[in-house]
């Protein structure tokens, strides 16, 4: 049972370049979500999706997307990237949303954004 | 107003002591608590879940303060171990979305 992992761990990338973060979980769980944390800001939602063909935009979507054609897999795109986004991005996933459920995390990827 | 803010520390303490931390939510309609700890460079995981009556799990204690929209994380007899960032977690509302505070650290020194 590996939980939620993210790939890669680290990445840098020029501005403009395009890339996919990976996140897959093996618990069955219908809740996932995407969360970028930057230094004095907490963590902040990206996207999230509550089930397989479902997702929704968090607090800060711009200049990402996502899609979920399974339950187990739940990846990021950039579309162009920009030096704003360099930041550690999180993956989660929870049985049944994070209002009362446990969220669990992934290792995170960090990400720089020359 | 942030919707939900911390202290940002750090509290520095020694071995033994007793340290609490609070977290204010500015939407009195919040309806779920979470404390979650988060190990330097590692993933945030959750540490306990804060009812309304308040709730104890060993050496840590959460308190909820609806009227003056507070929790609390209150931790005894602290540990090395216990050195890590604290993070407040609270449902303002919305679909099954939640909003995290910035963090408070806590350093427990030898």
């Known amino acids: 049972n590996a939980g939620v992992t993210q790939t890669p761990k680290f990445q840098v990338l020029k501005t403009g370049q395009s890339m996919t973060l990976q996140c897959a979980q093996d618990m069955n769980h219908e809740y996932m979500s995407w969360y970028r944390q930057d230094p004095g800001m907490g963590l902040r939602l990206i996207h999230y999706?509550?089930?397989?063909?479902?997702?929704d935009q968090g607090e800060v979507p711009n200049g990402y997307n996502v899609s979920r054609s399974t339950t187990e897999d739940f990846p990021l795109r950039l579309l162009s990237a920009a030096p704003s986004q360099t930041s550690v991005y999180f993956c989660a996933s929870s049985p049944g949303g994070p209002v009362k459920n446990e969220q669990f995390f992934g290792p995170g990827t960090r990400l720089t954004v020359l | 107003r942030k919707e939900v803010e911390q202290d940002p520390g750090p509290f520095n303490v020694p071995e033994g002591a007793t340290v609490a931390f609070n977290c204010t939510y500015s939407n009195s309609a919040s309806q779920s608590f979470f404390w979650y700890r988060q190990d330097c460079r590692k993933e945030p995981k959750l540490l306990m879940s804060v009812y309304s009556s308040g709730n104890e799990d060993g050496r840590f204690t959460a308190q909820l303060n609806r009227a003056s929209q507070y929790i609390s994380l209150l931790i005894r007899d602290s540990k090395l171990s216990d050195s890590a960032t604290y993070l407040c977690v609270v449902k303002p509302g919305g679909y099954q979305k939640v909003t995290f505070g910035t963090g408070t650290k806590l350093q427990v020194i030898p």
């Open positions: 999706s509550v089930g397989a063909g479902i997702t």
